[in-house]
């Protein structure tokens, strides 16, 4: 788990939400979530019950690396575990066997499976594709073993040319998982905002759709390498604008401002200022991120429902991507220059448009104007989490942030 660097691997966040686009997936709902479960996951290990309380005071719902003496503290916060077993996840460098894993596996998921807090069984993070058809293997008997859990995965971002269509295809199906996970990480020291980001993002999305398997995101919360310490900003950009795409679950890297303790994963040195210190001790970022994940549980309930029907930018227009069209439901706005828009459509048939302030200093008025006419615009409040008649012309985005309309 160390980051895009292709150097120590990068965030693990497979644990998914499901089979279906339109609802809650199978696995979530064989273990009893409810229909406003939308995982925000710590994309790292736990060696002691204090820092799960501090996981979950944060709003986390979900820990990516959770050995078996954890479990309990897992079920005492009510925070979900992908439960990490080194016999069965080979250490960050190492290619994926499935021998090993599948010898262990039987016995662990006999140990642990009716533990309420197992969400699923840590496989591997990053792996390229000569390593699907051993992934698949053991994937198929955690299905078998454990129905409903995921056999966790999280897949590389994309690099360079981004993603060859193949690679995702042949991941779904090699491996049939849950949920398409993968990293990116897009605020550099020198970089506002990668438009890598938007170009990987717009790769997954049309992946998830094309094989009607959701998809979660893990974005940067520790500084580490030559990534930046994230603002309050970064952190709702990275957020919002993966809701926008249509993801079912953001996932955090890294929680704790140090190395893994697992996976052989090096010390790399320079990791400050993620929620929680190199000590333990809660940072600011703890505090930005806890606002955050605040937000997206009062809109969470709703999110779940949606298809993801377009996504476009208004002014910069980033590579694979494309503006406004003249089929787009909105045609312009009335002020603002940067912003990514969101269609939507309910399991109920409602249509939805979430707009994002891409700016990452300014804050923006959200005056859309409309390609047809529509007698009643609200919004959800990502607040009170309900619904509302908008505030236009008056409704305004911080920096980064995003809000949920509903057309009628």
Request: charged fraction near 20%; hydrophobic fraction near 40%.
């Amino acid at each position: 788990m160390i980051s895009n660097f292709k150097c120590p691997s990068s965030r693990v966040l497979f644990f998914a939400v499901g089979v279906l686009l339109l609802n809650l997936t199978f696995s979530a709902r064989s273990q009893g979530a409810n229909d406003s479960f939308f995982p925000l996951m710590a994309w790292d290990d736990v060696t002691d019950e204090a820092t799960v309380q501090k996981m979950a005071e944060c709003g986390i719902n979900v820990i990516a690396f959770v050995p078996t003496n954890m479990l309990y503290a897992c079920d005492k916060y009510h925070v979900k575990a992908i439960v990490f077993d080194p016999l069965v996840t080979p250490n960050w460098d190492k290619p994926f066997n499935s021998k090993p894993a599948n010898e262990e596996l039987p016995k662990l998921i006999k140990a642990v499976n009716n533990d309420p807090a197992v969400w699923g069984y840590h496989l591997k993070d990053e792996p390229d594709g000569n390593q699907f058809v051993e992934l698949g293997k053991s994937a198929e008997l955690v299905r078998k073993l454990a129905p409903g859990k995921w056999p966790y995965i999280n897949l590389p971002p994309g690099m360079g040319g981004w993603y060859d269509t193949n690679y995702i295809d042949l991941f779904v199906k090699t491996c049939s998982p849950p949920i398409i996970s993968y990293d990116n990480y897009a605020i550099g020291e020198n970089v506002d905002f990668s438009y890598g980001f938007w170009a990987n993002i717009w790769d997954v999305r049309d992946a998830s759709l094309r094989n009607k398997v959701p998809f979660h995101t893990i974005v940067l919360t520790s500084a580490h390498f030559n990534y930046r310490i994230p603002t309050a900003a970064d952190l709702r950009l990275q957020v919002y604008g993966s809701i926008v795409y249509g993801a079912k679950g953001i996932a955090y890297y890294k929680f704790c401002s140090k190395p893994l303790s697992i996976l052989g994963a090096p010390d790399l040195g320079n990791f400050r200022m993620g929620p929680l210190d190199e000590f333990g001790e809660k940072t600011e970022t703890w505090e930005h991120l806890r606002n955050l994940n605040r937000q997206i549980k009062n809109l969470s309930s709703v999110l779940l429902k949606l298809h993801s029907d377009d996504v476009y930018h208004v002014g910069d227009i980033p590579e694979r991507n494309h503006g406004i069209t003249t089929n787009s439901l909105i045609k312009g706005l009335e002020a603002g220059t940067q912003f990514i828009i969101g269609e939507f459509t309910h399991e109920d048939g409602s249509r939805w448009v979430m707009i994002v302030n891409k700016d990452l200093k300014n804050s923006a008025f959200c005056r859309p104007t409309f390609r047809k006419t529509y007698h009643h615009v609200q919004y959800l409040s990502p607040v009170t989490g309900k619904i509302a008649p908008f505030p236009n012309p008056w409704y305004a985005l911080a920096p980064g942030q995003g809000v949920l309309l509903k057309l009628e």
